[in-house]
């Protein structure tokens, strides 16, 4: 599977497209994080959005060796309720 992400990064790599690098960030950020799709997308249908769902942008923290960012619940907290 591993190999599969490689190959991916790889050919994303020379891609000027920031929709291609983004991909790319997910797919490897939801894989290696074991995120569910809906930890690191916003759906399109208004029923469906849960701002208790949202990581928030400012959570985010960058290092040159490392990246983080803070769900807003646990992921065993299915119903979003602490």
């Known amino acids: 599977m591993v190999a599969n992400l490689l190959l991916v990064s790889h050919d994303l790599t020379s891609s000027s497209n920031h929709d291609d690098h ?3 960030a997910q797919l490897n950020t939801g894989f290696t994080g ?3 799709l809906g930890e690191l997308t916003w759906p399109d249908t208004l029923a469906l959005r849960n ?3 949202v990581t928030m942008r400012l959570s985010f923290q960058q290092s040159a060796q ?4 803070w769900l807003p619940t646990h992921k065993a907290d ?3 309720e602490g």
Do not use: M
Not at 66 to 69: I, Q, V, W
């Open 22 to 24: 983004l991909f790319d």
């Open 34 to 36: 074991l995120l569910h």
């Open 51 to 53: 701002y208790k769902k």
């Open 66 to 69: 490392e990246y983080s960012f």
């Open 78 to 80: 299915t119903t979003f």
